[in-house]
């Protein structure tokens, strides 16, 4: 569903537009409210960033480094910076084969100095993939899901892990 809506949604002057986007919109889309916000309170966040171009994942070297500084400002719309986390899973843990940034918030109680996985620290956010690439090298990690969210200490934390990190460190779901 992600890929189709890259493919054919985000281009509005597209010969077909119309006829071929299942849910036609008047601007292209590159930030989109995720189906896990479907009846759940308001003050419940989970958000999706998706480049305008096909993006496999976090493995695609198409991927760009803009588009976290994107979904961060997105984020500050509706979350505290304390509260952020943007998460992208794994390859065996994606459902969808398009890159896509979920906008989610911290679960309560997180610490974020003890993250019990590949931890590096950045000042800012237009080098993640490459910080993430450089790290997964050293620990020798051929796949891997990523965590970004704020230091304590000033910058950002960018922790690597193996398992979905939408699930490890964020509220994913609401209760209705």
């Known amino acids: 569903m992600l890929l189709h809506i890259v493919e054919e949604c985000t281009n509005t002057q597209k010969p077909g537009y119309c006829e071929k986007c299942l849910a036609p919109q008047r601007q292209a889309m590159c930030v989109m409210r995720d189906i896990k916000m479907c009846g759940c ?3 419940f966040v989970h958000g999706l960033v998706l480049p305008k171009a096909r993006v496999t994942g976090i493995e695609d070297p ?11 400002d997105i984020a500050r719309q509706r979350l505290d910076t304390n509260e952020i986390a943007l998460a992208v899973n ?21 610490n974020t100095d003890s993250f019990g996985n590949v931890t590096v620290r950045t000042q800012n956010l237009t080098n993640v993939w490459a910080v993430a690439s450089e790290s997964a090298l050293k620990h020798q990690l051929k796949e891997y899901g990523l965590l970004v969210t704020s230091d304590q200490q000033g910058g950002y934390l960018v922790v690597l892990t193996q398992d979905s990190p939408e699930m490890l460190y964020t509220q994913a779901y609401c209760t209705p």
């Open 41 to 43: 309170p308001k003050q």
């Open 62 to 72: 198409k991927r760009t480094e803009a588009i976290w500084q994107f979904a961060w």
């Open 90 to 110: 794994p390859p065996s843990r994606r459902s969808q084969n398009q890159l896509h940034v979920h906008l989610v918030r911290l679960k309560p109680g997180i």
